[in-house]
């Protein structure tokens, strides 16, 4: 089809009945243009441009243009702007909540992934990016790679300097904490006025209560106020009570509020995921370092630890992820050609998927890239090598899922039930019936 604006439109009337970009030819040059590229991850912006100059190496006539959406910020901004048609041609899709608001916003990929992988494309790509990004059988993004959570961050200079090793029971952790503040150095940091990180905490420490409850209670096999999550809220009062929590943990943001007091030396240890494996690297901990408001200060390494057994009940806390973010196709974008050139080379590619390994932001979608650690210059291989390898093959057989399963309605309760327990508001019991009735408003059915 010739005339441009036709083509979008035909575009976006197919779409909106599951049809996909295959349907009609895909607006612009395949190999020219200029798209725009929206996320809130990578939330390091020097991340993006890398995997944007390695896409430029084998299409340098295609412009690719990252902005940074803080992920508080996403709904507000993101809605309105793929609305009017003037937004992003290519932008963040996250399995969950994000799927079900943006899904007819976004094209039909399935043609694209068999166009680069063939007929069992599914099998080439991790399985938990696939279900996660799929709603009403239509792929809504493909999959650029896996984060996983359900483990903490330490500064190894802090905790080599006091001498301390890290926690593995509640009482330990509490013990790390009196030590680090006797020597006017903060303990743990977390952004708690943020659902997404305080959900992370309540299923590590529910993980920990009982293995594989927090899934359990998402897909209604469980009711939120049963015991064990009772138990699970009571846990998480402690932390505040006890002083492990840092205090006015309710008013801060994860990023970039605890992002920033971690990787200022502030504090000794940081709940964050596998995401952060990115700050083991010299390039991203300087990059970080300077985004942070430190000059010439000396990168420190990071090591990830597992999360305490907090419960008492001798279970290891278990991880849980999901695909950390697809990237999914405007219906409205004037360059889709373009856009798909750069989706399918990003998702798809052995080139594309080796600069996501190698940035240790993400676990690669496609299988058998894995990072190379000849080529990734660490702050100090000797302490980080091996549990930053130790991280990587765990997640890989990880298939407990993180966000996907719960809705916008619940994850809002999530957030709610949290801060009413932290700030005395509600007890534990209160927060976990309340949020039992949000669970069952929003539709969950329970057995």
Avoid: H
């Amino acid at each position: 089809m010739s005339v441009l604006a036709a083509a979008v439109l035909a575009v976006s009337s197919l779409a909106a009945c599951g049809g996909s970009s295959s349907d009609t030819a895909a607006a612009g040059s395949a190999t020219s243009g200029t798209i725009n590229w929206w996320g809130w991850t990578p939330t390091d912006t020097a991340t993006a441009e890398t995997y944007i100059s390695a896409f430029n190496k084998q299409y340098p006539n295609i412009k690719v243009n990252y902005k940074l959406v803080n992920i508080s910020d996403w709904v507000a901004a993101l809605r309105p702007a793929l609305l009017s048609g003037k937004g992003p041609d290519v932008f963040d899709m996250q399995p969950g909540a994000y799927v079900a608001q943006f899904k007819s916003f976004a094209e039909d990929q399935t043609k694209l992934a068999q166009d680069a992988l063939g007929a069992d494309w599914k099998s080439a790509i991790a399985p938990i990016g696939v279900s996660g990004l799929t709603a009403d059988n239509k792929l809504t993004a493909m999959p650029v790679g896996s984060v996983y959570a359900g483990m903490l961050w330490i500064n190894g200079d802090i905790f080599k300097k006091y001498n301390l090793k890290p926690p593995t029971t509640l009482a330990e952790w509490k013990n790390v904490c009196q030590t680090l503040k006797a020597n006017k150095v903060g303990c743990f940091v977390q952004g708690a006025a943020q659902e997404g990180f305080d959900q992370d905490t309540l299923q590590s420490i529910a993980n920990s209560v009982q293995p594989g409850l927090w899934t359990k209670v998402s897909t209604g096999d469980a009711k939120w106020n049963e015991p064990a999550i009772v138990k699970t809220l009571t846990i998480w009062k402690d932390l505040f009570d006890s002083g492990i929590m840092q205090e006015g943990a309710i008013g801060y943001q994860q990023y970039p509020d605890a992002n920033n007091d971690f990787l200022t030396g502030k504090y000794g240890m940081v709940m964050m995921g596998t995401w952060y494996t990115q700050y083991a690297t010299t390039k991203a901990m300087t990059a970080a370092l300077s985004a942070a408001g430190v000059s010439g200060a000396k990168p420190f390494p990071i090591l990830p630890i597992a999360f305490p057994d907090v419960a008492g009940a001798g279970s290891t806390s278990g991880m849980y992820g999901d695909a950390d973010f697809g990237l999914a196709i405007s219906t409205k974008s004037k360059q889709k050609a373009a856009a798909e050139t750069f989706v399918k080379w990003l998702t798809t590619a052995k080139e594309g998927q080796q600069a996501i390994a190698d940035q240790l932001n993400d676990l690669p979608s496609l299988k058998g890239v894995e990072p190379d650690f000849d080529t990734i210059q660490l702050v100090d291989p000797a302490s980080q090598k091996a549990p930053v390898q130790d991280l990587i093959e765990k997640a890989s057989t990880i298939t407990e899922p993180r966000e996907a399963l719960l809705s916008a309605d619940v994850q809002n309760a999530i957030l709610a039930a949290a801060t009413s327990v932290a700030t005395g508001k509600a007890t534990a019991q209160q927060a976990a019936d309340t949020l039992q009735k949000a669970a069952e408003a929003a539709g969950v059915t329970f057995k």
